[in-house]
């Protein structure tokens, strides 16, 4: 396996899974502070020019939730998933979407609001980056209650999953917010400085370069 990579990107949710589930597998970077990820080698990859991709023998495999699933389904014996067909796998991928297409979309919102306005239109980008963040901040809340209501020490409870490293990923871009760090919540801080301590996650700094602060 080859994951397609930059640093501190979407691309650490399944870095963090390849090193939890402790497999062979090969990183490649793409240099995105050159644009590599919008290069032709690259878009037969991924036509969307976004990071990661995930190459498994003949399969390419982009959009990082996917990732997830596959590398769960193939890896089952290391138990990063609740069983199919059960409730908790049901819960799994309800928090796996949610994390994916309401938390992730918020967050390039507000790292990227230039994106939703019309070009030049500073104001209205300003406004998009103090609304989303405001979302992110009640999103984070969610988290922290989720986290309250298992029992932890993990998101869903007892059992560390795939999910942790999502929500580690997530949280950790909300590390210079002017205010509602994923960190300074009650639950969600603790929670973030037990995830950084797993020495897969030690292992995903040191390869990705990442200095403090890591949340």
């Excluded at 399944?14 to 995105?32: K, Q």
């Amino acid at each position: 396996m080859q994951l397609h990579y930059y640093p501190s990107t979407a691309a650490m949710i399944p870095h963090i899974l390849l090193e939890e589930l402790g497999v062979p597998y090969e990183r490649v970077l793409v240099d995105r502070a050159q644009n590599r990820h919008k290069e032709p080698a690259y878009l037969r990859l991924n036509p969307n020019g976004l990071i990661p991709v995930l190459t498994d023998g003949d399969l390419v495999l982009y959009e990082s939730a996917a990732i997830v699933l596959h590398l769960c389904d193939t890896h089952p014996q290391a138990g990063l998933a609740p069983a199919v067909g059960t409730p908790e796998r049901a819960h799994f991928y309800k928090w796996l979407l949610w994390l994916a297409n309401t938390v992730q979309p918020t967050l390039s919102a507000y790292f990227y609001p230039e994106r939703w306005v019309n070009e030049g239109n500073v104001e209205a980008a300003a406004q998009v980056k103090a609304r989303a963040q405001e979302k992110a901040v009640g999103q984070l809340q969610q988290l922290d209650d989720l986290v309250a209501r298992n029992g932890g020490p993990w998101i869903l409870g007892p059992g560390y999953s795939a999910l942790d490293g999502y929500v580690f990923t997530l949280c950790r871009w909300t590390r210079n917010f002017t205010q509602g760090k994923a960190r300074d919540h009650v639950h969600l801080g603790p929670y973030l400085r037990r995830m950084s301590e797993r020495p897969a996650l030690q292992r995903v700094f040191a390869a990705e370069n990442i200095s403090p602060p890591l949340f």
